[in-house]
Structure formats: structure tokens, C-alpha cells
């Protein structure tokens, strides 16, 4: 009998941006921020991600870079950006901007990649599903209501 496994999420520069700036507790960017925070899922990202949510915060946001930087180191597994390599041979399978996040992705053995920017990641590649935060959190709901107690 296979173990219950995390999650594991991949989670793009839009989705930690909504997250960081939302005043809403309860917004899904949110909630994905604190099911990685109590460790229900596993997530992970890339520098590149990270370098272009600080940019954003910094210029729109300042105020809420240093709560982003802390639920950054409580819940965020943040990944080297792929090489060259790695990219040029899937350059079919997104945007090319977004290409090395898809590919990061991949390359860590994420299940999910949420981002509020679906079209970017398309064709995308096998073994990943691209989810909005929603409806990834509705995924995530379902994944734990299947689990037995014994």
C-alpha cells in the first residue's frame, strides 16, 4: 500500500505577489501561502521567481516586503533556475518567459504549478497540472478528504 504523499506545488511570481499583498486572510494566494506554512503541502519555487516578486513588491508595495521575505523562509523551498540546457529542449512547452519556471517545476517533481496566468504555461508538460490558486486549493481540499484514518 503506497504512503499519502505533500503535494508538491510549484508556485509562480503572481501567486506569491497576490499573497503578499493581499489584505484578505483568506484569499486563495493566501491560502496556499499557509497550507505550504503548516506544511500540508510542499512548495517550491525558483530565484527567478523570487527576484521578480521582490522587484514588483519593491516598486509597488515596499511596505510589504519584509512579511514577504518572512513567510518566504517559513514556507518556501526557493530552487536554483535551470540552465540553459534544460531549457532548450522543452522550448515548445510555454511562453518562453515563463519557460524556465515551467521547467523548474519539472526538473523538482512538482505535481502542480499555480499561477493566475494559465495561457503562459501552455502546452505545458506532462506531469504537471496548471491550476488557478482557487482551484488549486479546492484540489488540495480534495487530495486530504480522501485520506483514511485507520
Not at 505535481?111 to 479546492?138: C, S, W
Amino acid at each position: 500500500m503506497t504512503q499519502p504523499h505533500k503535494p508538491k506545488i510549484f508556485i509562480d511570481a503572481d501567486v506569491l505577489f497576490a499573497g503578499a499583498a493581499s489584505p484578505n486572510e483568506h484569499s486563495a494566494s493566501q491560502v496556499v501561502l499557509r497550507m505550504a506554512e503548516i506544511t500540508l503541502i510542499e512548495a517550491i519555487t525558483c530565484e527567478q521567481v523570487i527576484i521578480e516578486v521582490e522587484r514588483n513588491l519593491h516598486e509597488k508595495l515596499p511596505k510589504a516586503l519584509p512579511a514577504f521575505q518572512l513567510l518566504m523562509s517559513r514556507c518556501l523551498q526557493i530552487k536554483p533556475d535551470p540552465s540553459p540546457e534544460e531549457i532548450s529542449d522543452v522550448a515548445y512547452a510555454a511562453n518562453p518567459k515563463d519557460l524556465p519556471i515551467l521547467v523548474a517545476a519539472a526538473r523538482e517533481n512538482c505535481e502542480y504549478l499555480t499561477t493566475y496566468n494559465l495561457r503562459h504555461f501552455q502546452p505545458g508538460m506532462a506531469g504537471i497540472t496548471v491550476l488557478k490558486p482557487g482551484d488549486l486549493v479546492l484540489r488540495v481540499r480534495y487530495v486530504l478528504s480522501q485520506l483514511k484514518n485507520d
